[in-house]
């Protein structure tokens, strides 16, 4: 019987290997079939789509259709081994699909067809994909269950450059360099680099450093890889959540100064002084006080081959993004070009900025009440977040007028509490002044004596 069996058949497991890593080639051809056999399939299941808005078909387990590639006939299965349930671990389904095709087809086949399937399978699947937020998400993991180092949801983050306050200039910059970025593929491969850029945001907080990510996601369409460093046992996971990032993604650490000590190997501890433990953010405190940093062992150096090493280069067209709102605690090497290729500087309000959150929030273009506001601005230091808090209407009898008065009125606060804090700093460095003076003074009287 086997020997007069004219047909061939390739299976395509879902899982293969002992990493559980879900085929690339399993989930094409599930995506070709899904568009392929809907036609003519019987027994289809559904899922949720992108955006949650359609479903999207694939044939059901067991189910058979038919293909046919330059005249020739080929038949695929889904099916599924169900392996029996042992003690310890639940039943484990592997699904797989299988191929089958006539012996004499058997070149054009295995090479042109499969290549064929491969290609649209994975068209389909960034046409129907749904971008998404990965965390290395802390706490225990069963080893066996763990099918990757990270876990994710949708990602659905509504910021985009369009509704960012910053000055046009900066925005079209930025913009420029990232688009051009996500095209040079040749270019990174002539030059002989690895595809990838840093981006280093920095500022005080609430200027949208956060916000800046989600938007670069939602530009270049990528996923997104927030990397809780604290949570990373050592150098050695690291890598391994790093070989795990798929390209075309972010890859976020943020807060870098505040989630290890990374400086620890440089410097040693003894030698920081006071002062540079009062300028420590609020931030760090409750950080510290985590069990898992205590656990992390983490160094610089192994952060630094994660930016950069030889490993870095799986994969291509990933983006490393750093925010901060220390930007001179970083250690230089950290940030040398290169490495943060980019550095970014995300400050205070400026009035072109306002206009955008005006023309957001409000919907206004001008207003006679902002020449004020652009006066009130040059003298003041608001982020964006205080400016956006205030144009937000609170009540539903607000209008424009309300919220610029509500504008003003914080912008005039801030002013006050500016000039409050510099008279004190004078006087503070007057009474200095003084103090210094007159031990001068009895110094020189004691000299005398
Ligand atoms: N440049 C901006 N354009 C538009 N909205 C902004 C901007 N900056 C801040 N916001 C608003 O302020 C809020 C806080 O901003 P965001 O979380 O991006 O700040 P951040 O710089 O990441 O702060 P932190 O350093 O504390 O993490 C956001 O919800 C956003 O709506
Ligand atoms: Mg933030």
Not at 51 to 59: F, G, P, W, Y
Not at 398 to 403: G, H, I, S, V, W
Not at 424 to 431: I, L
């Amino acid at each position: 019987m086997s020997f007069f069996y004219p047909y061939i058949k390739i299976s395509i497991h879902e899982y293969t290997g002992d990493r559980l890593k879900r085929s690339e080639a399993y989930a094409a051809v599930e995506a070709y079939l899904s568009v392929n056999s809907t036609k003519f399939a019987k027994r289809l299941k559904a899922e949720m789509g992108k955006d949650c808005s359609n479903l999207v078909l694939s044939m059901d387990e067991y189910e058979r259709v038919t293909d046919e590639f330059r005249g020739v006939k080929v038949w695929w299965v889904s099916s599924k081994l169900v392996s029996p349930s042992q003690s310890m671990y639940p039943q484990q389904e592997r699904r797989y699909y299988k191929l089958t095709f006539h012996k004499s087809h058997r070149e054009m086949i295995t090479e042109a067809y499969l290549q064929h399937v491969v290609r649209e399978g994975k068209e389909i699947r960034v046409r129907n994909r749904q971008r998404k937020l990965y965390t290395n998400s802390p706490g225990y993991k069963w080893p066996s269950y763990k099918q990757t180092m990270w876990s994710h949801i949708v990602f659905e983050h509504p910021a985009t450059f369009e509704t960012m306050a910053l000055e046009p200039e900066k925005k079209k910059e930025i913009i420029e360099d990232l688009v051009t970025f996500s095209k040079s593929k040749d270019f990174y491969a002539r030059i002989g680099k690895a595809w990838k850029r840093g981006y280093l945001l920095y500022g005080p907080p609430g200027t949208g450093k956060s916000t800046m990510i989600a938007a670069m996601a939602n530009l270049l369409n990528y996923d997104v890889y927030d990397l809780e460093l604290t949570a990373v046992k050592d150098n050695t996971e690291l890598r391994k959540l790093l070989i795990e990032t798929t390209s075309k993604s972010i890859i976020v650490i943020e807060d870098i100064d505040c989630s290890l000590d990374l400086t620890g190997q440089r410097k040693k501890k003894a030698e920081k002084s006071s002062d540079d433990e009062k300028e420590k953010s609020e931030k760090e405190i409750p950080r510290k006080d985590l069990k898992e940093e205590a656990s992390s062992k983490v160094t610089l150096s192994g952060l630094l081959n994660f930016i950069d090493g030889l490993w870095s280069a799986c994969g291509g067209e990933r983006l490393i993004v750093f925010t901060t709102n220390y930007v001179e605690k970083l250690d230089p090497a950290l940030i040398r070009r290169g490495r943060m290729d980019k550095h970014i500087e995300l400050s205070y309000c400026s009035f072109e900025a306002f206009k955008v959150l005006a023309r957001n929030y409000l919907k206004l273009k001008a207003h006679p009440l902002f020449g004020k506001i652009e006066r009130l601005m040059k003298e003041t230091k608001i982020t964006p977040a205080d400016v956006a808090e205030n144009l937000m209407p609170k009540s539903p009898l607000d209008n424009a007028e309300t919220c610029l008065s509500n504008l003003i009125q914080a912008l005039e606060e801030v002013k006050e509490a500016e000039a409050f804090k510099t008279e004190k700093e004078e006087e503070a460095a007057a009474c200095d002044d003084n103090l210094r003076k007159k031990q001068l003074r009895r110094k020189a009287e004691e000299e005398a004596a």
